[in-house]
Antibody, heavy 121, light 108 residues
Framework: EVQLVESGGGLIQPGGSLRLSCAAS????????MSWVRQAPGKGLEWVSI???????FYADSVKGRFTISRDNSKNSLYLQMDSLRAEDTAVYYC???????????????WGQGTTVTVSS | EIVMTQSPATLSVSPGERVTLSCRAS??????LAWYQQKPGQAPRLLIY???TRATGIPPRFSGSGFGTEFTLTISSLQSEDFAVYYC??????????FGQGTKVDIK
């Protein structure tokens, strides 16, 4: 079964760090583009970061320089290292697979259940 | 960055009705547009990719159309399990991927 399972969320003080994990099963993370998407309480979806098959990474302006996406091939897992956390980073964080359908067409076809990050003193 | 605008923000509908949701891009995204459904407490689910292709397991009452800057998601006959928030996402000029703000479909 194709599945993503996130972990690592929690309550953290402003300025602190947290590392989110996303364990994949049923497919290989290195064979796909993989994204992190977050959703603040009562708000919509916000794309956070992506890692390409070749390892290139990109970030939303709101997290650039503070967050780092990475993967571990041996553990078939995706990670999001979050540093210098702010109250506005409070959200449910989802990892998702960016499936390529050809002709430049993509869609996030597999999502984890989400992990909650709360930044508060 | 491409801005995606969805309308209306909320739609109150009775079961069995036909529903049309709109999504507009601030510049052309060709046919690189996806639709997602999200129910309370759940992760989003991919409904449509490439503007009009249903994802695996999505029932045929869901259909997508459009090209360029104007897109539509249609639910031909709303079922009770379809009450949810729907998001569009452009997958053309990226990064960043950008989502619309969502349309909530609730019970009239």
């Amino acid at each position: 079964e194709v599945q993503l399972v996130e972990s690592g969320g929690g309550l953290i003080q402003p300025g602190g760090s947290l590392r989110l994990s996303c364990a994949a099963s049923g497919f290989t993370v290195t064979s796909n583009y993989m994204s992190w998407v977050r959703q603040a309480p009562g708000k919509g979806l916000e794309w956070v970061s992506i890692i390409y098959r070749d390892g290139n990474t990109f970030y939303a302006d709101s997290v650039k320089g503070r967050f780092t996406i990475s993967r571990d091939n041996s553990k078939n897992s995706l990670y999001l290292q979050m540093d210098s956390l702010r109250a506005e980073d409070t959200a449910v964080y989802y990892c998702a697979r960016d499936e390529y359908y050809g002709s430049g067409i993509y869609g996030m076809d597999v999502w984890g259940q989400g992990t909650t990050v709360t930044v508060s003193s | 960055e491409i801005v995606m605008t969805q309308s209306p923000a909320t739609l109150s509908v009775s079961p069995g009705e036909r529903v049309t949701l709109s999504c507009r891009a601030s510049q052309s995204v060709s046919s690189n547009l996806a639709w997602y459904q999200q129910k309370p407490g759940q992760a989003p689910r991919l409904l449509i990719y490439g503007a009009s292709t249903r994802a695996t397991g999505i029932p045929p009452r869901f259909s997508g159309s459009g090209f360029g800057t104007e897109f539509t998601l249609t639910i031909s006959s709303l079922q009770s399990e379809d009450f949810a928030v729907y998001y569009c996402q452009q997958c053309n000029n990226w990064p960043p991927w950008t989502f619309g703000q969502g349309t909530k479909v609730d019970i009239k």
